[in-house]
């Protein structure tokens, strides 16, 4: 047994919820005082800027919502890849999801006869089949013919990328568009409610909510969740207890793929109303999910707190483009960062502290 | 007609030579049983510093050696965190490509749009280089006792270890060598191939590479094939403009990847796939 001071160091296999969490918030304070350099580089006081970072995003009465508006998206590709993640499929592809989402929406939007009332609905369930359908082909490849679907899913994003590039620029480019690249507007049955005076379209993250909820629930009960559980846990088990990996990857990954279309819906039609430049429908949500799902350790519920989280540095991105003259790109560091601290705090997990002052005489008298 | 052929295939070469360079230093890390998808990250920085330390000292070649240093620094903190730590390969190299494009993007703003002065040449000898590199590495590979260090630390870490082979180092050294070539596929886009930097001037290559480490079926000499048939496609995109809409051309490399996995992957398993790749080793753990 090793010492640190009055506490001894022992290994756990299971880590105590608090105990996540302060390893969690250790990491991401480290990978904040790291990111402080990047400041420091540009010639910018770290402090200086976390404190104007703070003061556009948290402590703003207008721009604070624009971390919720941040989160709906994160929130539903992040829950989507908790269930691909937890079945060990590594969808790295939500992102061309996500746009597949959009580009199915934004067809029934334009294009479909569906009366008002049921046209956001439509859309809704367009964008769930579009994601899903997005991520079949790769899902199938691995289960098929074992295609690593690391590279098959984002090759899948640099297809999905150049299809809405060649959509708004091709055959649905908007009448009223003047030359520029996007689609007609959308009609107004088409919009989501957004919470006035904000960009927030509150019913994209009520449904994320709900399909936390429900996920959470799904695979602490349901046989599926079961049987997806035992999968990414442990193959050689699953095969003996007769669960069909085949079915069970199929349907995790028409889940992951599918809320990630979701996500793209809530875009198009709650901010934007129009399909436009893929960079713009996204903002690199795809690919943040994976931060948010990882944050939440496995757990649907807490990615609501990780995708808030995200949103928040989404947010602060803005922040820093406007006040302190940084690209945008500035939030991959933030991502990139936490994301290795996280990882490389992981094996702490495994080892916890107990206070035992007492123990080092026992012990000297020992040896 | 010949002249258009020929400026064809020096085009073509061209376009594959980062894309050789970066699948052989990929193919040497998951050879010992490292798996890094920070390729596209390393390679971006790989750009801007060969972009920058060109610009500033008048001499490419510096340029590419800064390069090299940026990619195998940025592959040292893959190794730190996936071998050191144990972390999860996957996740890791995917922290090391946001990293590199945000870094980069960050970094390289006040270089934007601004030409290269001293550029190489398209074909320059970076290209015959990395075919060099490409028969070294495989007669290494398969035919010293280093290669077979490497391939041992890939296949079974422990019995490697059990044969006094220090997995770890071997490790470390693969995935650094890995990013050093890595950078300097990212340097000769910005100081030959198209002697400037953009944000994201690596457009997906590094990915690309990736995917030709595994149907070239981590085989050093295949991977000049594989690099070759996607600079032609990524040539041919360009070619091709006038009859095809351009974003469908700028799509093919990308949807080719996916149909020429499916076509080689197959069932057929053991195709080269180092046995311990992508799990981490713990010294004595069982």
């Known amino acids: ?367 | 007609m010949l002249e258009w052929i020929l400026t064809a295939i020096v085009r073509a070469l061209a376009v594959s030579t980062p894309l050789l360079w970066a699948s052989l230093g990929e193919i040497y890390a998951e050879r010992s049983g490292v798996i890094n998808l920070g390729v596209e990250g390393m390679m971006i920085l790989g750009a801007l510093f060969a972009f920058v330390v060109a610009q500033v000292t008048g001499y490419p070649v510096a340029g590419l050696l800064a390069a090299a240093a940026a990619g195998g620094l940025a592959a040292l903190l893959h190794a730190f965190v996936s071998i050191t730590l144990r972390a999860n390969q996957y996740v890791s190299g995917l922290a090391l490509t946001m990293l590199g494009l945000g870094l980069a993007g960050v970094l390289g703003r006040g270089w934007e749009g601004i030409p290269l002065l001293n550029a190489l040449p398209e074909i320059s000898g970076l290209t015959y280089l990395g075919l060099l590199l490409a028969v070294g590495l495989w007669l290494v590979l398969h035919h010293t006792r280093l290669g077979m260090v490497i391939r041992s630390t890939g296949e079974s870490p422990a019995a490697a270890e059990a044969l006094g082979v220090n997995v770890h180092l071997v490790r470390y050294l693969c995935v650094v060598f890995g990013g050093t070539m890595a950078g300097v596929a990212g340097g000769f886009l910005s100081v030959a191939y198209r002697p400037s930097w953009t944000e994201g001037m690596t457009a997906g290559l590094g990915w690309i590479a990736i995917a030709i480490t595994i149907f070239a079926g981590w085989d050093p000499l295949k991977a000049v094939g594989g690099a070759l048939f996607f600079g032609a496609l990524f040539h041919l995109s360009f070619r091709l403009q006038a009859w095809v809409p351009p974003e469908a051309l700028r799509m093919m490399p990308f949807a080719f990847t996916i149909l020429v996995l499916a076509a080689t992957s197959g069932r057929r398993r053991g195709r080269g796939a180092p046995e311990a790749l992508g799990l981490p080793y713990a010294a004595g753990e069982r």
């Not at chain 1, 540009?42 to 970072?53: E, Q, T, V």
């Open chain 1, 1 to 367: 047994m090793k010492r640190l001071g009055p506490f001894s160091v022992e290994r756990v296999l299971v880590p105590s919820g608090a105990w996540v969490l302060a390893i969690s918030l250790g990491a991401i304070a480290a990978a904040l005082v790291a990111a402080g350099v990047i400041f420091w580089a540009f010639g910018i006081n770290p402090l200086r800027a976390y404190a104007i970072i703070f003061a556009g995003t948290l402590a703003d009465r207008r721009a604070a919502p624009e971390i919720l508006r941040q989160a709906a998206p994160l929130l539903l590709a992040g829950v989507g890849l908790v269930l691909a993640f937890r079945a060990q499929f590594w969808n790295i592809g939500a992102e061309g999801q996500l746009l597949a989402g959009a580009v199915a929406s934004t067809g029934v939007a334009l294009f479909s006869p569906i009366p008002a009332p049921w046209l956001l609905p439509a859309m809704f369930v367009a964008g769930f089949l579009g994601g899903a359908l997005w991520g079949l082909l790769p899902t199938l490849l691995r289960l098929k013919l074992e295609v690593n679907e690391v590279v098959s899913t984002l090759m899948m994003n640099y297809v999905a990328l150049f299809s809405v590039e060649w959509l708004i620029h091709g055959p649905w480019k908007g009448k009223t568009a003047f030359g520029f690249a996007y689609t007609d507007t959308f009609p107004e049955a088409a919009r989501l409610a957004l919470i006035p005076g904000t960009r927030v379209h509150w019913p994209t993250l009520v449904l994320g909510i709900a399909l936390a909820g429900a996920l959470a629930f799904f695979l602490g009960r349901a046989r599926l969740g079961f049987e997806i559980r035992v999968l990414g846990e442990n193959p050689t088990a699953a095969r003996y207890a007769g669960i069909d990996p085949f079915r069970t990857i199929l349907l995790a990954m028409a889940f992951s793929a599918g809320a990630a279309g979701l996500a793209g819906v809530g875009e198009v039609a709650g901010i934007h109303h129009k399909l436009l430049a893929p960079g713009q429908v996204s903002l690199g949500y795809g690919y943040a999910a994976i931060i948010v799902a990882w944050l939440a350790r496995g757990n649907p519920l807490a990615a609501i707190l990780t995708a808030l989280f995200l949103g928040l540095i989404f947010s602060s991105g803005d922040v820093m483009k406007v006040s302190l003259q940084m690209p945008f790109r500035v939030t991959d560091v933030f991502n990139g960062l936490i994301l290795f601290f996280l990882i490389g705090s992981e094996r702490l997990l495994n080892y916890r502290l107990r206070w035992a002052p007492g123990d080092r005489a026992a012990e000297t008298a020992d040896a």
